[in-house]
């Protein structure tokens, strides 16, 4: 999964190199000597492939895989800074535009999930991901601390993503953490929640309110 999460992030960087030398292009002086645009083509099959594999990029940043995680965080980083770029912006094609809204939602909605800690012997079940498994309720174990970490380190690298998107959009990210906190405080009759999704939706809350 590591290899393909850097493949994609690969092939996504040069794809988006490609659109950065375009609006560079576009918004240069004429009459001062700037590098070529790419061919118009290339642009728009750029602009196509991108949309194609930013839902892989996000199925990445859920991954359980730290290492899928944090190859996939600069390939979201450089789908927000185009949408910032109001050059970038201006020309991005019609159906690149309309599929942004949704895209931006799936890597809030990944962004909140991934930062969450992995599940623990308390849920009866082994769990899955960096840290399933260990007891959280002890403080002082070994494992406790190392997944504890883990997931700061992890979570830290999402929430510079986070902030940058909900600059970007503050309505969007307002109503993925809104989501959280719904899925986090369900209505009676239902069972509460595992406690790290009432977590992670307070964490997601604090980030907004930063």
Known sequence: ETRAAMLTAGVAQELFACLRQAAAAAAADPSEPHPAAP??????????????????????????????????????????????DPGAAEHMP??????????????LEAV????????????????????????FSDGDSPATREAEAEVAAVRQELAVLFRAMA???????????RGALVAALPPPPQPPPPWQLVETALAALYLIGE
């Open 94 to 107: 019609r159906e690149s535009a309309a599929a942004a809204e949704g895209t931006l939602r799936a890597v």
């Open 112 to 135: 909140i999930s991934r930062s969450s800690f992995p599940e623990d012997i308390s849920a009866g079940r082994p769990g899955v991901g960096a840290g399933a498994g260990v007891d």
């Open 167 to 177: 600059r970007l959009s503050p309505g969007l990210a307002m109503a993925a953490v």
């Open 39 to 84: 061919p118009a083509d290339a642009c728009a099959a750029a602009a196509a492939m991108i949309d194609e594999l930013m839902p892989v990029g996000v199925a990445h940043l859920r991954s359980h895989n730290e290492a899928a995680v944090m190859a996939a965080l600069p390939m979201c980083t450089a789908y927000v800074n185009r949408l910032k």
